[in-house]
């Protein structure tokens, strides 16, 4: 198995982006194994438009940021337990999160605001 990565500041698996430091992190901590389930995540989520930033944190810890592609939903961090999980698990709870909040997103009734506020005037 090959692994081709670049130096950019803003690696892409999809909707998985890696940001500040994430690249080292992986590249420390990650084992053979590990790259292959994250190309399997990396492919799940390559439709989902709910973005999953990657941060590198303190050299062997990651941190990530769900961004949502809907005003109704804020952005929301989460750190790495490294105690409790591994980054790759980690990364698979990000995936999972950014999933749900597309569920809610799809879920979301279509509302054409213009339309609303003409009717009030």
């Known amino acids: 198995m090959q692994i081709n990565m670049n130096n950019r500041t803003n690696q892409s698996f999809g909707s998985i982006k890696l940001m500040s430091g994430a690249e080292d992190t992986l ?3 990650f084992r053979p194994i590990d790259w292959v389930q994250l190309d399997k995540i990396a492919k799940e989520q390559a439709n989902n438009t709910v973005d999953v930033y990657l941060f ?10 769900i961004i949502p592609n809907n005003s109704n939903f804020k952005n929301k961090d989460y750190y790495q337990l490294p105690f409790f999980e591994s980054t790759i698990k980690f990364i698979d709870k990000m995936a999972k999160k950014a999933n749900i909040v597309k569920e809610k997103i799809d ?4 509302v054409n605001i213009d339309e609303i506020v003409g009717k009030l005037r």
């Open 107 to 110: 879920k979301l009734p279509a």
């Open 27 to 29: 590249r420390r901590v």
């Open 56 to 65: 590198g944190r303190d050299g062997s810890k990651l941190m990530g940021r």
